[in-house]
């Protein structure tokens, strides 16, 4: 992995010129990491087909032994299991992405994005003072707005979803006003989805543009970039397209809307790190992952951070860099954390999302 990474200067514009800063070797465990959005944006690249060739390789068995490896050989249990569960809320984007979402319904979960976790098991982990919370809420467009005001003030940022989620198949001028209206509602954050066929089409430039178009919409809202990786089909589909979204800036590359028949698996995510590594090693920006949909249980979001540590390091598990795209993760997180305390397990309506 290249020596440096990019680092924002402070004041500076987030899109302009950054400074190069060593990337130590190693790093405690124990040590604090940046927060926030402490480096700088991915201005992207040219499309370069070339460098693209160069990835097109992937070896499905290989990246699933490794995986497999990496689940089986790690076994995170008591007080480290806790602290990593506590690490898995705090890189959560908590969401509600559902026909029958109502305003009422949004603010109840900015509610619960504010205070994850009942007064006793707080106290009980000693984490009283300790901000420890959700680092966005993702809604549609229409709950933009509620969800700014409910959040206000809390440090949590709002996402949304644009582009005709979750299949992106209306005319690129509607996509690109639906993300200028949430920008303009104040979501900060914006997951836009890409259309698939232009994978499958193999119309890389085209795609490329589209995404450009998008980052340049999104203005200073971090823009991440949905592949709907169970409908690409193959791994080298999942590799190609990654590469095409940091290419035209993507601050985030994602895994799935959470509408497919097969979302977020571990494979396909490991391509995807290894995309986001050889970006790195290509430009030293750093572009951040997001796995969605299906990842709804306390060990599901273990591996999940086992596979960051283990292919991107440690700086892979802060929230600028890392997101989970859940909904009902954090219940059951929260009835691990009691079962931490107490040895019992509760029911999940003593858990109440929203």
């Known amino acids: 992995m290249s020596s440096t990474f990019r680092e924002a200067e402070p004041g500076a514009d987030r899109l302009g010129p950054s400074k190069i800063t060593p990337l130590p070797a190693r790093t405690a465990a124990n040590a604090p990491a940046p927060q926030a959005h402490g480096i700088a944006r991915n201005p992207g690249m040219k499309l370069d087909l070339g460098f693209m060739e160069s990835m097109r390789s992937v070896n499905r068995s290989a990246l699933e032994r490794r995986v497999a490896s990496l689940t089986k050989r790690r076994s995170i249990k008591a007080d480290n299991q806790a602290a990593w569960l506590l690490r898995a809320v705090a890189c959560m984007d908590l969401t509600t992405l559902n026909s029958n979402d109502t305003d009422e319904r949004v603010r109840r979960l900015c509610a619960k994005a504010v205070n994850p976790f009942r007064r006793d098991i707080v106290e009980g982990l000693g984490i009283t003072g300790e901000k420890i919370c959700p680092a966005a809420v993702c809604v549609y467009h229409p709950f933009v707005a509620t969800a700014v005001d409910a959040l206000r003030g809390s440090g949590i940022h709002v996402a949304a979803v644009s582009t005709a989620f979750p299949h992106g198949l209306t005319p690129l001028s509607t996509r690109l006003q639906e993300i200028e209206a949430s920008v303009s509602d104040g979501a900060d954050e914006i997951d836009v989805v890409i259309p698939r066929g232009l994978v499958f089409a193999a119309k890389w430039q085209e795609l490329y543009d589209e995404i450009v178009a998008m980052r340049a919409a999104c203005g200073e809202a971090h823009l991440k970039v949905i592949l709907g990786t169970g409908d690409l089909a193959t791994l080298r589909n999942v590799m190609l397209a990654s590469m095409v979204a940091m290419m035209a800036g993507a601050d985030f590359i994602k895994t799935s809307t959470g509408k497919e028949s097969v979302n977020a698996t571990l494979p396909v995510g490991l391509a995807m790190v290894r995309a986001i590594r050889a970006y790195f090693e290509e430009t030293g920006y750093l572009i951040g992952f997001k796995p969605a949909g299906g990842i ?23 929230p600028d860099l890392f997101r989970f795209g859940a909904s009902s993760l954090l219940t059951d997180i929260e009835r691990q954390l009691e079962h931490h305390l107490t040895g019992h397990y509760s029911a999940n309506h003593r858990h109440a999302m929203a």
């Open 296 to 318: 709804s249980t306390a060990k599901a979001s273990l591996d999940w951070l086992v596979l960051m540590k283990e292919e991107l390091g440690r700086r892979w598990l802060e």
